[in-house]
């Protein structure tokens, strides 16, 4: 039998679902790939964005610390979340959300444009905060 290599070009912002067909001819049909999404360890898609959870603990809500988020283009982002000003008024809650421009999915169509990554804090609670 026949044998051919179809090279199929994954283009920027492409979400899960995409249909590509390739055009049969002599004894080959058509034929139709659907893009599947690989989940990532540490990175949610929504839409054009990208969702992490940073899980910190009740005393990191009062800042001071650095995160580091590895992208999937290969670069890294970091932060630094400041201690705060009134010590007894914590600078994250649980929940919070902090949004990064441009660091998201590319967006299909639009050249060197890309969605937001969005960063929620949410607080482990420890056990011995818990009342019984």
């Given at each position: 039998?026949?044998?051919?290599i179809y090279t199929i070009p994954i283009k920027p912002g492409w979400?899960?679902?995409?249909?590509?067909t390739f055009k049969g001819g002599d004894d080959i049909p058509n034929m139709t790939f659907v893009v599947e999404q690989l989940p990532h360890k540490f990175l949610r898609r929504d839409g054009d964005n990208l969702q992490y959870t940073c899980w910190i603990s009740e005393s990191q809500t009062m800042g001071g610390i650095h995160i580091t988020i590895p992208?999937?283009?290969g670069e890294k982002y970091s932060r630094t979340i400041p201690?705060?000003?009134?010590?007894s008024i914590p600078v994250l809650s649980n929940?919070?959300?902090l949004v990064i421009p441009s660091k998201g999915m590319p967006?299909?169509?639009e050249l060197d444009k890309r969605g937001d990554l969005v960063i929620e804090f949410r607080v482990r609670r420890s056990s011995a905060s818990h009342t019984t």
């Open positions: 039998g026949k044998e051919k979400k899960a679902g995409t249909k590509i992208l999937p283009t201690k705060a000003a009134d010590e929940g919070e959300k967006i299909k169509g």
